[in-house]
């Protein structure tokens, strides 16, 4: 105790006192909130999303989240009370409604309305697609130079109208982002909010917001609360309560509204499995899964992985769960079958029908996008299926809304196993149309280089509003989907966000459309070429006529001459060709920058090194030609190691040599030595163009050349500069955009309606006689010396194929002598409007004879089978396959579908009495067929005839098993 302080107890009073005292600031520190009794109710519009919404009797928006701040922050009891605004701001006028929302400050509406401060102001906004950006919006002059897009009626029409802006009208805001995401537009105006939600929302996250509307006063609209003059203690509690909601709050609710259309933030939080779930994981161990190789950006195959939005997702999903994953890749129409023979146990992007409920349980979406109709033909417009009526529509196999499209226009719809031939079908014009999901296409029509494509809509079938990708899993794991449904609720909006970011994000590459407009060059362009004296030097191929050339003076020839002739007239610039002899030159001069560009060439990984590439402005078919005596092909693999030619320093010899890794490939110096060197047979074959090969076999006189196959990547051809002059670069892309498809498509014609007229050299007709009697005459006296040889080589040549094709225990085909005759027998069909059959043979409970008799008795029963077969097939059309295991495909043409399923029938009943004997046991089993008949259409694919095979083989084991299930082609697949 310190000296001179006395310690004294207080009293009671002193206590009670200081007590009361605590209770009065503690009263004074709380805000004295108004009495206000009963719930209150406030007026909001029912369909203003992001805003305010009903879903069922749910409110919900970014203004819903403010206002339920507000009552947390003031103790009242909100009811929200819906409507269109006329109807709520009546209501609330003539005094049924408390508080009304989302009102903006008026001088007129300040007479009877008490306003509270504005918890946000809606901006205006302009967005845009990055790959064709809006340039100066500073004014609504600059605007003029662009198409706008607005909603129908919208307050600010007249500015936009005065300022001599062309602007289209949407109805709504979902269709505002549409039109900018098909390219209808260059950029449109509405709410910052309201654009991103949508965009994002529909899964265009690659629009962004380009800057404000230069509107002036009418780019900004205020959210506030009002509530009636009179009922001053109602405002005070309201105002104050807002107030009280900070501010980082509000700005927090925006960002969810605005990025993650109202989920929460949050981190998706400590997701695990319960013990019997995650038995269930290490109990079925890896799980393959089928993603599609070209369907990108969800999933496809580049440098060697397997990539995609998809791919990401399921790795997220392996990450939370452990399960394992190995992925399969392969097109829709082989991994579908697979999936449902079970090979397969789980499918990536795919759609849930009704039909696939039966044998697939699905996860939620992972992605729902929008199909649109891609074409060449600008002037289409596409809102339902009846507008398609007539033209030539090309689908991918099996999309989920195939037999809606079939239903409505029948015979005119193609389907294709590969997204790459379908858009390669479109860029040759055999379609009209592609209906494809829009990154999807967008990815093809970049990839191919397919110039003039537009979107002339989006697929809308009803109860069909988009495609859905989830994840389909084989009935027997069926709890393996509830566990991944589960991981993908756990996958937090901004791990989804990043991932959708990536593969749809504005990075990701498209095709970006035609600009349109007169040619005008910014004031750096025009600097640039007053810099060059309006003079350009360009680099052609010397040879490849019609395409290109140089003449004897030098001069430039060919349609890329005329494209370039038309460019000169449009911008003043003079174009003056290299002189060189082969294209490997003009190559090596551009390395050296010789020269400022080429007129013509195609883009590849190696030329983006030193070249840059504008869009193409022709897209030319490529082929293998050879003697006419060789056979034709299906793939450039079934040319094994033959040699092929290609002109050294063509783009297809860098393709090529990635592709088919395989080829012998052989450069020659121009395309005129390479057609000359296969008819010489030095080389089995020669890469080329459709156009230039004929034009040199008539001039060359070639006839004993044809064109063997397709080469499945055509030449997409453009301008490239010298990488290091972008603003060289953007000159020639404004010119090659501004190229019409008229002025193509004349240009084209031109050049292909040339015809040449050949003098004929009689001399030279004479010697080649006088030469080819001599060579005639000392090939007899060498046939008549190795004809023996070659018979003998023939024989074995024989031997080995035949062993190459045959399966080495059943002696019937293998799957290799399936893959060549199958498609061969197929289009057999279809050429001559035949019967095709195809039926799947599989043993029934073959496992259990393997385990309990062992496999050499599992192999006699296979050689059984395959000898019972054989007897009651022996027809020269039949076609007897092993297809792997114990199972076994036969395929025939037939005009009697009733006598073939008597065969059918004969030959499981055949094998069902029979007793094949194995280590003195004797064992007896049978078979289930699935049969699929039906004359192919000119849009049937194979695979079709396959699928419903092993459909009706699904249905017969289901059904009992030793017995046959019969589908036809125009059974619902």
Not at 48 to 64: C, D, M
Not at 73 to 86: M, N, T
Not at 140 to 153: K, M, N, P, T
Not at 654 to 671: A, D, F, I, Q, R
Request: proline share 5%.
């Amino acid at each position: 105790m310190s000296a001179g302080i006395a310690w004294q107890r207080p009293s009671l009073t002193t206590l009670l006192t200081a007590f009361f005292a605590v209770l009065v600031l503690t009263f004074l520190s709380v805000p004295a909130w108004p009495s206000v009794n009963g719930p209150v109710s406030v007026g909001i519009v029912a369909d203003n999303k992001p805003y305010t919404s009903i879903e069922g009797r749910t409110p919900s928006g970014f203004s819903i989240d403010v206002l339920r701040e507000v009552a947390r922050q003031s103790g009242v009891d909100l009811e929200f009370r819906a409507g269109s605004w006329p109807e709520v701001f009546g209501a609330f006028v003539r005094g049924e409604i408390d508080v009304i929302e989302g009102i903006s400050y008026r001088e007129e509406r300040a007479r009877t309305i008490q306003f509270t401060e504005p918890y946000h102001i809606r901006q205006t906004y302009l967005m845009h697609d990055p790959v064709n950006p809006l340039g100066d919006i500073s004014s609504l002059e600059a605007l003029s130079a662009y198409r706008i897009g607005v909603v129908r009626d919208v307050y600010f029409r007249d500015v936009l109208t005065d300022a001599g802006v062309e602007f289209a009208t949407y109805d709504s805001i979902p269709g505002l982002v549409r039109a900018l995401a098909f390219g209808w537009v260059d950029g449109i105006i509405g709410p910052e909010l309201t654009l991103k939600y949508y965009a994002n929302r529909a899964g265009f996250r690659f629009l962004e917001i380009a800057g404000p509307a230069p509107l002036g006063e009418l780019s900004g609209e205020d959210f506030r609360l009002g509530v009636l003059k009179g009922n001053d203690a109602l405002f005070e509690v309201i105002s104050e309560g807002l107030a009280a909601v900070p501010e980082e709050r509000i700005e927090a609710l925006f960002e969810r509204w605005q990025e993650y259309g109202g989920t929460s933030i949050a981190e998706s939080s400590g997701f695990t499995l319960s013990d019997a779930h995650q038995r269930y994981i290490s109990e079925i161990g890896p799980v393959r899964v089928g993603f599609m190789r070209d369907y990108a950006p969800f999933s496809f195959r580049d440098a060697g992985a397997t990539q995609g939005l998809a791919v990401d997702v399921m790795d997220r999903i392996s990450d939370l769960t452990g399960l394992q994953v190995v992925p399969v890749t392969g097109q829709w129409s082989e991994l579908y079958p697979r999936f449902l023979e079970r090979d397969i146990d789980i499918m990536a992007n795919m759609s849930r029908t009704e039909e696939r409920l039966e044998f697939t349980r699905f996860t939620r979406p992972y992605h729902i996008l929008p199909n649109v109709a891609f074409t060449l033909d600008d002037s289409l417009q596409f809102d339902t299926p009846a507008d398609l009526k007539g033209l030539k529509v090309a689908i991918g196999a099996g999309i989920y809304y195939e037999s809606t499209l079939r239903e409505a226009l029948g015979d005119n719809v193609f389907s294709f196993t590969s997204q790459r031939a379908l858009f390669q079908a479109l860029a040759e014009g055999s379609v009209d149309v592609a209906l494809a999901a829009l990154p999807n296409g967008n990815y093809w029509v970049r990839e191919l280089r397919i110039a003039g494509v537009t979107i002339a809509g989006e697929v809308t079938l009803e109860g069909m509003p988009g495609e859905d990708l989830r994840f389909g899993v084989r009935p027997a794991l069926e709890p393996l989907a509830a566990i991944m449904d589960a991981a993908l609720g756990a996958i937090s909006p901004t791990e989804m966000r990043t991932i959708e970011n990536r593969w749809l994000g504005a990075s990701a590459s498209r095709h970006p459309p035609p600009a349109a407009g007169p040619l005008t060059f910014t004031d750096a362009e025009q600097a640039w070429l007053a810099d060059r004296q309006r003079q350009l030097t360009i680099c052609v191929d010397p040879d490849w006529l019609p395409l290109e050339g140089l003449n004897e003076g030098n001069e430039h020839v060919g349609i890329s001459a005329d494209i370039f002739a038309l460019f000169s007239e449009r911008s003043g610039i003079e174009f003056t060709p290299l002189p060189v002899d082969t294209w490997a030159e003009s190559i090596q001069a551009a390395r050296k920058r010789q020269c400022d560009l080429l007129s013509m060439a195609m883009e590849t990984p190696e030329r983006l090194d030193y070249l840059s590439f504008t869009e193409p402005y022709i897209q030319i078919p490529s082929v293998l030609l050879g003697r006419v005596e060789a056979p034709f092909i299906n793939t450039l693999d079934d040319m094994g190691d033959r040699p092929v030619g290609v002109v050294e320093e063509y783009a297809f010899l860098e393709l090529l040599k990635t592709s088919n890794p395989g080829l012998n490939l052989v450069t020659v110096p121009n395309e005129k030595m390479g057609l000359r060197m296969v008819q010489e047979r030095e080389l089995a074959g020669y890469v080329g163009t459709l156009p230039t090969a004929s034009y040199n076999m008539q001039e060359l006189g070639l006839a004993d050349l044809k064109v063997l196959g397709r080469v499945p990547v055509d030449w997409s051809l453009g301008v490239a500069t010298i990488n290091d002059e972008p603003q060289l670069f953007s000159i020639m892309q404004k010119l090659v955009a501004s190229l019409t498809k008229d002025e193509r498509k004349f240009i084209e014609q031109q050049w292909a309606s040339l015809k040449l007229e050949q003098a004929v050299d009689y001399t030279l007709v004479f010697q080649l006689i006088i030469g080819a009697m001599v060579v005639l005459g000392l090939l007899f006296y060498w046939n008549r010396k190795l004809g023996r040889l070659n018979r003998e080589l023939a024989a074995a040549n024989s031997r080995l194929a035949h062993l190459s094709v045959t399966d080495d225990l059943t002696q019937i085909g293998n799957r290799s002598y399936f893959d060549r005759e199958f498609s061969k027998s197929f289009h057999w069909c279809q050429r001559h409007k035949a019967g095709f059959a195809v039926a799947m043979v599989d043993a029934d409970h073959f496992k259990k004879i393997n385990d309990t008799y062992g496999h050499d008795a599992g192999d006699r029963c296979l050689v059984a089978l395959a000898d019972t077969m054989r007897s009651h097939f022996r027809r020269d059309t039949d076609r007897l396959t092993r297809f792997g295991g114990e199972e076994f495909v036969i395929f025939t043409s037939f005009s009697d579908r009733e006598e073939l399923m008597s065969r059918l029938e004969s030959f499981r009943e055949g094998l069902a009495g029979q007793t094949t004997t194995c280590n003195g046991q004797q064992i007896h089993f049978t078979v289930s067929i699935g049969l699929a008949t039906g004359i192919p259409l000119k849009d049937t694919v194979p695979a079709e005839f396959l699928r419903r095979a092993d459909k009706a083989l699904y249905l017969a084991k289901q059904n009992g098993r030793n017995r046959m299930e019969a589908m036809t082609i125009e059974d619902p697949a």
